[in-house]
């Protein structure tokens, strides 16, 4: 029997609690406290480099008198965009998208939808009916998105937050806690209990006194690395923010044959086989409780290594990614293909999950999955998955995709679009009416096109430029930055959408012409339809101070123009 829940869209006693976020708005966005230092500082300063540099050094100032007074700052992310409010009778305009609330005593973090903030403070309602749209921006329904009461109380409690507001969240958070646990009750069975044999040590390690290769992983995975190397001749080393550096709890050094062992006991029987004969094999396997891995077993100089990058239990959501929301929209295509570009490590896979899984929690549809090897595992929510491994569950990427398309999905998921085999069928299902997901290692999204069609031999180019022209509807390319106020990351989007746009052009022609070049216009041009450019999105970050200005230089594709908006945030115009 369920139990009865209040609605909790409606006004509850969170008078402390709107007061508390309304004065994190009004005191604690971590840009204005540094523009009332760095405009001051740099009255009469003109250097480019030394307008970064202190403008540098005043974010860690701000940042640290935070830290000694143990209160909270906030980044109030995509400032520009506008959200009507979705309590009747409310017509506010509510700017951005995200606000993000930092400890900077222990760097944890919460990442909250400005409509819930806007609905706590004017309406005292713990979140917000969540509209659901396409590209042409028709309603394709709503979900109801609620405060994330936990994460909210294990960043701020420890702070200079009133013992009130605890109190009255603590109050409604087993109703909303409920809510969100039944809301897929349908369609999730229960987690099953963690069976962890054969993850203990084995002969092998307890002879040479070693750790079990598992509980190598979850040290590595509880210190917070996102990559991890186990090498002959060196300690397991983790890769923490983009920095390669040993754990410091294992200090042994590994021997050729202490690699291999590990190697060989992520593999099958039949994977060592082929192993030994290819020097090369891709797999991935979860280790129950801690995470799932993909893993490179390698041969290099006569030993065994292998690299092995972290993939969550859960995809993170799209809000804690940090993701422009025009993402969210491209699930609810109906067909067409959307890739998701970026050099190796820049959070491809980890986006198209989190895209997926917003799929998967507000569609009610069949999604397939072709990859080599299988990286993220869904759980069955609104939506149902077929997952399949290349060499495993398909003998063949062509075998698999022709089979694809008689399984009924909705939405294809292809791991990369690595060769001729795989863009032909990625096309092929995107015109006989599938929505198409891939991944591709470019690091724009214009070239991503050119790239595509340059696969091919001259005499097919002109087929396969139109097939392109008629099929893709979205081109997004990301990279990952060293945030500069606390330790990880954020994700730089350059985002090109196929459609009609503000110039009044359509990217389709300029695709069909091979006017690719024109495309840079477009997005340029076109901010108000979702897209923009990689500077868009590095400037975005400075100018919230996430990221530092060295770092948005280096990394800009166009550094004249990088140089002159942040001129203009030291009010120095354009000069």
């Not at 309590?87 to 222990?106: A, K, M, S």
Request: aromatic share 8%.
């Amino acid at each position: 029997m369920s139990r009865e829940v209040p609605d909790m869209m409606t006004p509850q006693k969170l008078d402390a609690t709107a007061a508390y976020l309304q004065q994190l708005m009004d005191e604690s966005i971590l840009r204005n406290m540094v523009m009332e230092k760095y405009l001051p500082a740099v009255r009469s300063v003109f250097d480019n480099l030394e307008l970064r540099q202190i403008h540098d050094q005043i974010v860690k100032e701000v940042v640290g008198e935070c830290k000694d007074k143990k209160k909270p700052y906030a980044v109030h992310h995509f400032r520009n965009t506008r959200t009507k409010a979705t309590v009747p009778g409310d017509e506010t305009l509510i700017e951005g998208v995200y606000l993000e609330v930092v400890n900077p005593v222990t760097n944890k973090n919460i990442v909250i939808p400005m409509e819930t903030v806007h609905n706590i403070t004017k309406h005292r309602i713990p979140g917000f009916k969540e509209v659901m749209r396409n590209l042409g921006d028709s309603p394709m329904g709503y979900t109801d998105n609620f405060f994330e009461i936990a994460n909210f109380l294990k960043v701020c409690s420890s702070l200079d937050m009133p013992d009130q507001v605890g109190d009255e969240l603590e109050a409604i958070q087993p109703d909303i806690e409920y809510l969100v646990g039944s809301r897929f009750a349908s369609m999730t069975a229960e987690a099953r209990e963690l069976d962890r044999s054969g993850f203990e040590n084995d002969e092998y390690e307890r002879e040479r006194n070693l750790p079990s290769l598992f509980t190598i992983l979850q040290k590595m995975v509880e210190w917070g690395a996102d990559d991890i190397h186990i090498k002959a001749g060196c300690r397991p080393i983790g890769v923490m923010s983009g920095d390669v550096t040993p754990h410091p709890e294992f200090e042994f050094f590994l021997e050729p044959e202490d690699t291999q062992h590990y190697a060989y006991r992520t593999l099958s029987e039949e994977q060592i086989l082929q192993f030994e004969e290819t020097r090369e094999m891709d797999t991935s396997f979860a280790v129950p409780g801690v995470a799932r891995f993909r893993c490179n077993v390698y041969w290099a100089q006569g030993t065994v290594g292998m690299v092995l990058r972290l993939i969550p239990n859960d995809p993170l959501p799209t809000n804690v990614l940090i993701i422009p929301q025009i993402l969210k929209k491209l699930v609810f295509e109906r067909l067409g293909l959307v890739l998701v570009t970026g050099q190796t490590g820049s959070g491809k896979t980890t986006t198209l999950a989190s895209i997926i899984e917003f799929a998967n929690q507000n569609r009610s549809c069949h999604i397939l999955t072709l990859e080599n090897p299988v990286e993220y595992v869904y759980t069955n929510k609104q939506s149902i998955f077929t997952q399949r491994a290349v060499e495993i569950d398909s003998l063949s990427f062509p075998m698999g995709m022709r089979a694809a398309l008689r399984e009924k999905p909705d939405i294809i998921l292809i791991g990369e679009m690595r060769d001729q085999d795989t863009i032909i069928a990625g096309l092929k299902a995107a015109e006989t009416g599938h929505l198409v997901l891939s991944t591709l290692h470019t690091n724009d999204s214009v070239q991503t096109i050119n790239r595509l069609i340059n696969t091919f031999p001259p005499h097919e180019q002109e087929q396969v430029r139109l097939q392109l022209s008629e099929t893709i509807r979205a081109s997004v390319s990301q990279r990952l930055l060293k945030r500069w106020d606390k330790p990880g990351r954020v994700c730089s989007i350059e985002i090109l959408l196929i459609t009609p746009n503000a110039r009044g052009d359509n990217s389709r022609d300029y695709i069909r012409r091979n006017e690719i070049n024109e495309l840079y216009k477009v997005i340029e041009t076109s901010p108000y339809d979702g897209m923009q450019s990689g500077n868009m999105s590095l400037f975005e970050f400075y100018d919230n101070c996430v990221i530092s200005g060295s770092d948005a230089l280096a990394l800009s594709d166009n550094p004249e123009q990088m140089s002159q908006w942040m001129r203009r945030v030291a009010g120095k115009g354009i000069a």
